[in-house]
C-alpha cells in the first residue's frame, strides 16, 4: 500500500472523531464527501475531480493548510477566490492556535506562532487601514481575525486602530471583534471606550461572562463603582457552579466559578473599601486554599492594607506550587519592592519580566521599580500671620530634600536644606541650614546621617535617624539632632540653641488604624531641659470610592526646667485635640487625581499658672497628583490658642511638593 493512501485513512479516522463529536449535519456531510473522493483517489490517484473535491472537503472539516497543501501539489484545481478564502481560513486557524500557544507557554518564544500568523495578514492589515480600499468579503473576516491577534499579541495600540478603521466601514463589526477593542482600549487606560463597546458586545451576546467581567473592570476604572459592583454581581449570578450536570458522574466544578467570585470579592477594593475586600477574599481563600488565583489576588489586597511581608509570604507559597503564574509573579516583585528588599524585588521582577512582560501586575512592578530608582525631591513649606505668640507676628518655614537615585541599591545621598524667619516685636529670629548626608534603607532597617552647616552663626551640626520596622505593624524611631531646626527661633533670636533626641514607637493595624507614641528631650544651651511627650490615635471611620473621613484623638504633653527664659517655655502644658479629616475626591484617572480636604480640630490648651482655653483648628488643602512621579499639596488654616494666658490667632498657608525625575 502506498504511503498517500495510508495517510489518507489515518486523516479520515481522525476527521471521523472530530465529525462524530461536533455532530453537526454540516460537519458529517463535509466527512461523507471526503470519505467519497478519498476512496476514489486510491483507485485513480490522477482523477482531478476527486483531487478538488477532497480538497474542498478538508477546507469544510476545518483543515484549510493541509487543503492548500494538497492543492499546491497540483496547481488549476482551485480558483483565485478559492484559495484567497482557504487561505484567510488558514490565517485565522493560526491565529487561534497562537493563541493558544501564547496563553500556555512561558516568555516571548510563546509569541512566535502569533507573530507568523499576523504575518500573514500584514497585507490585509494595510488595506483594512485604507478608508479608500474595497475590501472581499474574506478580506474582512480577515482582518477580524487580526484586531483579535493583535490584542493577544499586546499590540494594543495597533488594535484600536485597526478596529476605528473596520468600524468607520458600512459593514457591523462581530462581537468577538467588538470585545478584543474593548480590551485594547482598557489596557491602553481608555476605560471609556472599552465600555461602550463590551455594553455592544452584551447587546448582543448577553450571557457573555468575558465581556462581562470586561465591563466590570472598564466602569471600576471610569470611577462608576456602582455600576461595576453591579456587573460583578450579575457575573456571579450567571456563572454556574457546577457543569456537565447530565448525571452525577459527570458533574464536575465550574473552572471559571472561582475567578467570577475573585472578582467579585474584589470590586470593594476598587471603590477604596479596602478592608471589605480583604475580608471577603479571606474568606474566600480559606473556602479554596488550592486556588492560586484567588489566593494570590488576596495577597493584593494584603498589599492595600499595608501588610506587604504577610503578602510575600502567601505570594512564596503560590509560587512553590505554581511557578508559572504570572499574577503571583508580579505581585511578589511589588510586594519585595514595598518591602525595601531590593536585590530579591530586582530578582523576582527579572524573572516575572522574563516570562510574562505584558501581564498587568507585571507591568505594575516594573513601574513601581522605575520610580523608586528616580531621584526625589521634597519640600515642605508653611508661611504663617500671627496676632502674636511664640512664632511671631509673620513667620515661614521651608524644608527642602533632595535625594539621589538609589546607590548600590540601599543606599541614597541627600542634600538639605532648611530656612525659617520669624519676626518678633524686638527684632526676628532667623535659621539657615545647609547639609549633605547619607541614607540606607533595607527590608527592616533604615537610617540616616547628615553634616550641617549653619550660614548664619558658621556652626557645624550633625543629625541621625534610625528605624526599625520588624513586620507589618510596628516601627520603632530614634533620631538625635545637635542643633534642632525644633529650636524656636524667639529662643536663637536670643542666641540660645538646642540639642533634640527623639524616640516614637508606632503601631499600624492597617491602613484605617494607627497608634503612635513618641518622646522628645532638649537641651538648650541656656540651661533648660524640656521634655515633650505626645501621643496620637488615627482611625479612619468612614471610606468609599469619593469621600473618606479620618479622626485622630491626640494628646500633648511638655515641660520645661528654666523659669524666665526669654522664649516661649511653659513650666509645664498640656493639650488634649480631636481632629476630623474630611477628604473628596474630585477627580481621578489612574495615577493622577485631584482632592479636596478639610480638617478640623477642637481641644483645650492647660498652661501652668495661666489656666486653660479652647483650641480651635481650620484647614483647606488641595492635592494635585500629576502621576505617580508628582504630588503637590497646598492649603490655607487658622489655628487659635492661648499662651500665657492671652488667645493668639494665626493664619498660615502651606504647600509640599513630592517629585521623582
Known amino acids: ?199 455592544r458586545v452584551l447587546d448582543a451576546e448577553p450571557e457573555n461572562l468575558d465581556a462581562r467581567l470586561g465591563l466590570f473592570y472598564a466602569l471600576a476604572e471610569s470611577e462608576e463603582h456602582d455600576a461595576a459592583l453591579a456587573q460583578a454581581r450579575h457575573a456571579v449570578s450567571i456563572t454556574p457552579k457546577w457543569i456537565g450536570a447530565w448525571s452525577p458522574e459527570t458533574t464536575h466544578g465550574n473552572p471559571r466559578y472561582p475567578g467570577v467570585l475573585s472578582v467579585r470579592a474584589m470590586a470593594p477594593l476598587q471603590a477604596n473599601r479596602v478592608g471589605e475586600a480583604e475580608a471577603r477574599l479571606r474568606v474566600l481563600a480559606s473556602r479554596m486554599p488550592f486556588n492560586a488565583n484567588v489566593r494570590t489576588d488576596h495577597a493584593s489586597t494584603m498589599r492595600a492594607r499595608g501588610w506587604p511581608r504577610a503578602a510575600e509570604t502567601e505570594l512564596r507559597w503560590i509560587l512553590a506550587v505554581d511557578p508559572d503564574n504570572s499574577g503571583a509573579l508580579g505581585e511578589r516583585a511589588g510586594a519585595l519592592l514595598e518591602m525595601r528588599d531590593w536585590r530579591q524585588a530586582q530578582s523576582a521582577l527579572a524573572t516575572a519580566q522574563s516570562a510574562y512582560f505584558e501581564q498587568g501586575r507585571v507591568r505594575r512592578a516594573a513601574r513601581l521599580a522605575e520610580v523608586h530608582r528616580m531621584r526625589e525631591l521634597i519640600v515642605e513649606g508653611d508661611f504663617g500671620r500671627s496676632s502674636g505668640g511664640p512664632s511671631g507676628t509673620r513667620d515661614h518655614v521651608i524644608d527642602a530634600k533632595l535625594y539621589s537615585e538609589p546607590l548600590a541599591m540601599d ?100 491602613e484605617s488604624r494607627t497608634l503612635a507614641l513618641s518622646f522628645a528631650h532638649m537641651p538648650f544651651s541656656d540651661g533648660n531641659r524640656r521634655d515633650i511627650v505626645e501621643a496620637r490615635w488615627t482611625e479612619r471611620v468612614i471610606v468609599g470610592p469619593v469621600y473618606k473621613l479620618e479622626i485622630t484623638a491626640a494628646l500633648y504633653a511638655s515641660r520645661n526646667s528654666l523659669a524666665g527664659a526669654p522664649y516661649f517655655n511653659p513650666s509645664r502644658d498640656l493639650s488634649p485635640t480631636l481632629e476630623f479629616a474630611n477628604e473628596w475626591l474630585h477627580w481621578r484617572r489612574y495615577t493622577r487625581s485631584f482632592k479636596h480636604r478639610l480638617v478640623v480640630s477642637i481641644g483645650s490648651y492647660a498652661q501652668q499658672g495661666f489656666g486653660s482655653g479652647p483650641v480651635r483648628g481650620l484647614r483647606y488643602e488641595q492635592e494635585w497628583a500629576a502621576n505617580d512621579q508628582l504630588r503637590v499639596r497646598y492649603g490655607i488654616g487658622r489655628h487659635v490658642q492661648p499662651y500665657d494666658g492671652v488667645r493668639s490667632a494665626r493664619d498660615y498657608a502651606q504647600v509640599s511638593l513630592n517629585w521623582r525625575f
Open 1 to 199: 500500500m502506498s504511503v498517500v493512501p495510508l495517510l489518507g485513512r489515518l486523516l479520515l479516522a481522525l476527521l471521523a472523531v472530530v465529525a462524530l463529536g461536533a455532530g453537526a449535519a454540516g460537519v458529517g456531510e463535509a466527512f461523507e464527501d471526503l470519505a467519497r473522493w478519498q476512496a476514489v483517489l486510491e483507485r485513480e490517484p490522477g482523477n482531478r475531480d476527486a483531487q478538488r473535491g477532497r480538497v474542498l472537503a478538508l477546507a469544510r472539516l476545518g483543515a484549510p493548510q493541509l487543503a492548500l497543501e494538497l492543492a499546491d501539489r497540483s496547481p488549476g484545481l482551485l480558483s483565485a477566490q478559492e484559495r484567497e478564502a482557504m487561505a484567510a481560513d488558514r490565517t485565522a486557524h493560526r491565529i487561534r492556535w497562537g493563541t493558544i500557544a501564547a496563553d500556555t507557554g512561558r516568555g516571548p518564544e510563546r509569541f512566535a506562532a502569533l507573530d507568523r500568523a499576523l504575518a500573514e495578514s500584514d497585507a490585509v492589515g494595510l488595506r483594512a487601514l485604507d478608508p479608500a480600499a474595497t475590501l472581499s468579503r474574506v478580506e474582512r473576516q480577515l482582518a477580524f481575525d487580526r484586531l483579535v491577534a493583535l490584542r493577544d499579541r499586546f499590540r494594543m495600540r495597533e488594535a484600536v486602530d485597526l478596529h476605528r478603521a473596520l468600524a468607520a466601514r458600512p459593514d457591523p463589526v462581530p462581537p468577538y471583534a467588538l470585545s478584543a477593542a474593548a480590551s485594547a482600549h482598557l489596557t491602553l487606560e481608555q476605560p471609556e471606550a472599552a465600555r461602550d463597546l463590551y455594553r
Open 411 to 510: 543606599y541614597r545621598l541627600f542634600l538639605h536644606a532648611h530656612t525659617a524667619r520669624a519676626r518678633f516685636f524686638d527684632g526676628t529670629g532667623r535659621r539657615d541650614r545647609v547639609g549633605v548626608g547619607l541614607e540606607y534603607r533595607s527590608t527592616r532597617f533604615s537610617a540616616s546621617g547628615e553634616l550641617a552647616h549653619e550660614l548664619d552663626q558658621s556652626d557645624t551640626s550633625a543629625a541621625a535617624a534610625f528605624a526599625f520596622t520588624p513586620d507589618d505593624h510596628w516601627t520603632f524611631r530614634a533620631a538625635l539632632d545637635s542643633a534642632a531646626n525644633e529650636t524656636p527661633l524667639q529662643a536663637r533670636r536670643a542666641g540660645v540653641d538646642a540639642w533634640r533626641a527623639f524616640a516614637q514607637i508606632e503601631w499600624r493595624a492597617h
